[in-house]
């Protein structure tokens, strides 16, 4: 079963034909990251305009790269939850048109259970899981009982890690988005130069959670109050330090629950799944089964959304032409979705 899978929901503009859940015949990822870049982050005007000028182009490039034609599609998949609004309405009402054009059943998917599912593209891995969804606007971890039972087990109280990177690479002039800079620059620097404080949330009812607003701050005081002027490695050690306690941070609390609910299998997601430092941690883990996607599956793309797709459209599980954008999904503390 051939499905093509569309993901609009921020700045990138994707779409790939995956086949059978698994096997990726093309995949188009149009990135405007650029058109962004000025702004220190993601228009969202800007955005929805790009995505409206590029879908038609990326879904001929999908097309042609597959070396099929559209009469071998079988069904169409859809970011329509969580993002931005406009973005999402793009791409949601390219899959309507494409739905009728062709008449074939569309789906409506949640970009957050796709993350999840993305690295099950390259690996067989056996459910359940702990999933550690770490981007731009998620922090997450969460028991992954199948493609669509995933129980949210804990989550960030403020930021997002990947909104944390963002912010801390802004600060140093690293430009937008800032992980991958700060993830080069780590690479050469001393992750124990700067001994940044560590949120360690343990009390209530969430032992799970995260905050990542108080290292933000502490690195963006060091470069304001204390900056080493006279040493030329100062950008890459605050880089490393920063990294390091970040991703300490998420590694403590994913083993905490690995320990306690007796998941040893860890997959992680997400753009933040991208850094160097957290995959070699997770590699060297050896009482663990570990899994991370390769880059292009880390971040936004066509080809999650594809394979997740799959697994309701065989099912006969579609959605209907009044299906809409849902830009905030609630209750990431109950079983989700
Ligand atoms: O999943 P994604 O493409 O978009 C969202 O759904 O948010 O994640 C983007 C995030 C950005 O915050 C970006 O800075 C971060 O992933 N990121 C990284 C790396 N590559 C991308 N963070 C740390 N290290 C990286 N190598
Ligand atoms: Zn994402």
Same mark, same amino acid.
């Given at each position: 079963?051939?499905?093509?899978?569309?993901?609009?929901?921020?700045?990138?503009?994707?779409?790939?034909?995956?086949?059978?859940?698994?096997?990726?015949?093309?995949?188009?990822?149009?990135?405007?990251?650029?058109? !962004?870049?000025?702004?220190?982050? /993601?228009?969202?005007?800007?955005?929805?305009?790009?995505?409206?000028?590029?879908?038609? +182009?990326?879904?001929?490039?999908?097309?042609?790269?597959? +070396?099929?034609?559209? $009469?071998?599609?079988?069904?169409?998949?859809?970011? %329509? #939850?969580?993002?931005?609004?406009?973005? &999402?309405?793009?791409?949601?009402?390219?899959?309507?048109?494409? =739905?009728?054009? &062709?008449?074939?059943?569309?789906?409506?998917?949640?970009?957050?259970?796709?993350?999840?599912?993305?690295?099950?593209?390259?690996?067989?891995?056996?459910?359940?899981?702990?999933?550690?969804?770490? $981007?731009?606007?998620?922090?997450?971890?969460?028991?992954?009982?199948?493609?669509?039972?995933?129980?949210?087990?804990?989550? =960030?109280?403020?930021?997002?890690?990947?909104?944390?990177?963002?912010?801390?690479?802004? !600060?140093?002039?690293? +430009?937008?988005?800032?992980?991958?800079?700060?993830?080069?620059?780590?690479?050469?620097?001393?992750? #124990?130069?700067?001994?940044?404080?560590?949120? %360690?949330?343990?009390?209530?009812?969430?032992?799970?959670?995260?905050?990542?607003?108080?290292? @933000? %701050?502490?690195?963006?005081?060091?470069?304001?109050?204390?900056?080493?002027?006279?040493?030329?490695?100062?950008?890459?050690?605050?880089?490393?330090?920063?990294?390091? /306690?970040?991703?300490?941070?998420?590694? @403590?609390?994913?083993? @905490?629950?690995?320990?306690?609910? +007796?998941?040893?299998?860890? *997959?992680?997601?997400?753009?933040?799944?991208?850094?160097?430092?957290? #995959?070699?941690?997770? =590699?060297?883990?050896?009482?663990?089964?570990?899994?991370?996607?390769?880059?292009?599956?880390?971040?936004?793309?066509?080809?999650?959304?594809?394979? &997740?797709?799959? !697994?309701?459209?065989? #099912?006969?599980?579609?959605?209907?032409? $009044?299906?809409?954008?849902?830009?905030? *999904?609630?209750?990431?503390? @109950?079983?989700?979705?």
């Amino acid at each position: 079963m051939i499905i093509l899978g569309i993901e609009t929901s921020c700045d990138e503009c994707s779409i790939a034909l995956v086949e059978d859940g698994k096997k990726i015949l093309s995949h188009v990822i149009a990135t405007q990251i650029p058109f !962004h870049a000025p702004f220190d982050g /993601v228009v969202p005007e800007i955005a929805s305009r790009k995505h409206v000028e590029w879908i038609r +182009g990326v879904y001929k490039k999908a097309i042609f790269e597959s +070396g099929l034609t559209s $009469s071998a599609i079988d069904g169409i998949a859809v970011t %329509n #939850r969580p993002g931005l609004s406009g973005s &999402l309405i793009v791409g949601l009402t390219f899959a309507k048109a494409l =739905s009728m054009a &062709l008449e074939k059943p569309f789906i409506g998917i949640d970009h957050v259970l796709a993350h999840l599912y993305a690295p099950q593209l390259e690996f067989s891995i056996g459910y359940p899981y702990l999933g550690l969804l770490v $981007s731009g606007g998620h922090s997450l971890i969460c028991r992954v009982n199948s493609h669509d039972k995933v129980e949210t087990l804990g989550a =960030s109280i403020d930021d997002a890690v990947g909104e944390a990177f963002d912010k801390v690479a802004k !600060h140093l002039g690293l +430009g937008y988005p800032g992980g991958k800079a700060i993830d080069q620059l780590a690479r050469k620097g001393n992750p #124990r130069a700067y001994l940044f404080p560590k949120a %360690n949330l343990y009390k209530g009812d969430h032992p799970y959670d995260f905050s990542f607003s108080g290292i @933000k %701050n502490a690195v963006v005081n060091q470069k304001d109050q204390f900056w080493d002027q006279t040493s030329d490695q100062s950008v890459q050690n605050i880089c490393a330090s920063f990294e390091k /306690v970040a991703v300490d941070t998420l590694l @403590k609390k994913v083993l @905490k629950a690995a320990v306690e609910t +007796g998941i040893h299998r860890i *997959v992680a997601g997400g753009g933040v799944a991208a850094n160097t430092y957290l #995959r070699n941690t997770l =590699s060297a883990l050896d009482d663990y089964e570990t899994y991370y996607p390769s880059y292009s599956l880390c971040t936004d793309n066509g080809a999650m959304i594809a394979g &997740l797709g799959y !697994h309701y459209l065989i #099912r006969g599980v579609e959605s209907p032409l $009044s299906e809409t954008v849902y830009p905030r *999904v609630p209750g990431f503390r @109950k079983a989700y979705p």
